[in-house]
């Protein structure tokens, strides 16, 4: 928290990461939406894509 604090941090980059997090989030909902219409055994493959979304948000918010 104290790293959002500090004088270095710019209020426009953090919205900025904040709403490409959502667009990644979007982004997974739409391809497991995708997923789950084309096979009605795609919930393994959901949670996989999921995972995999949430892994690069996490890996490219941190960068």
Known sequence: ???MLSPHFSRNHYWDEV???V???V???NSIAGLFV???DGA???VSCLSVGV???VISSRS
């Open 1 to 3: 928290m104290k790293a």
């Open 38 to 40: 084309l096979r009605s």
């Open 44 to 46: 393994r493959c959901a």
């Open 19 to 21: 709403r490409s997090l």
């Open 55 to 57: 892994l690069a948000s």
């Open 23 to 25: 667009d990644s989030v």
């Open 27 to 29: 982004l997974s909902m």
